[in-house]
Each structure stands twice: as structure tokens, then as C-alpha cells.
Nanobody, 124 residues
Framework: VQLQAYGGGLVQTGASLSISCAAS????????MGWFRQAPGKEREFVTA????????YYADSVKGRFTISRDNAKSTVYLQMNSLKPEDTAVYYC??????????????????WGQGTLVTVSS
């Protein structure tokens, strides 16, 4: 599985931004898809994840109520809608596909494939 994230950019505090991740391969729907982020000088952290059917979603407390993950299995794409952005949301956002992440969606080690990352910058 190859993943390509895109859609990052520079926005102001309070703005919205949507980023996407397109996957190759015909088994996209069998993977839990997650978004992780890494801010400058910090470790990469879990943001959100969605199961293969889209039936379950998981969010970090820091983004709950502001971010929404979704997926379109017909297009092999996962989306992250980010609203009410804050400067602390500034990071490189990575999408990931996890064959073993169904029971551990927040665990980075459960994800087998990673995209190259897209930079989201929120100015104050």
C-alpha cells in the first residue's frame, strides 16, 4: 500500500482545512486508517483513526469535536476535516494504514504503511 497525503497549507487561527490521503492497492477497505502528527521538536502523536468500514472512529482528546475523519473506500481515500484550528495544531500530518490496528487504533506500531506527510501551519 502506498499513501499520498495532500492538502496542507497555511491558515489562520479559527479557520478550517481539509487534508486527504489517497491509497494505492485494492485492499484499502481492509485497513484501519489513521492520522498522526508531529509538531516541531515533539514526538509524533495520534490524532484520529477510522475502521475499514468507517463504522468506528477514534480521536485524541485535543482534537475531539473539532476534527472529523472519514473515508471513501471506492476512491481509496481518507479525509481529515479540521475546524477551529489552533496554533498548537501546527504539525506535519501523516496518514497511515494499519493491518493490525483494529484493537489498537492509537498505537503507531500497529500501522504498517505511512504517507510522506503534509504540513499544516496555523498562524496566531
Amino acid at each position: 500500500v502506498q499513501l499520498q497525503a495532500y492538502g496542507g497549507g497555511l491558515v489562520q487561527t479559527g479557520a478550517s482545512l481539509s487534508i486527504s490521503c489517497a491509497a494505492s492497492g485494492r485492499t484499502f477497505s481492509s485497513y484501519v486508517m489513521g492520522w498522526f502528527r508531529q509538531a516541531p521538536g515533539k514526538e509524533r502523536e495520534f490524532v484520529t483513526a477510522i475502521t475499514g468500514t468507517g463504522g468506528s472512529t477514534y480521536y485524541a482528546d485535543s482534537v475531539k469535536g473539532r476534527f472529523t475523519i472519514s473515508r471513501d473506500n471506492a476512491k481509496s481515500t481518507v479525509y481529515l476535516q479540521m475546524n477551529s484550528l489552533k496554533p498548537e495544531d501546527t504539525a506535519v500530518y501523516y496518514c497511515a494504514a494499519g493491518g493490525g490496528a483494529y484493537y489498537y487504533p492509537r498505537d503507531q506500531l500497529r500501522y504498517n504503511y505511512w504517507g510522506q506527510g503534509t504540513l499544516v501551519t496555523v498562524s496566531s
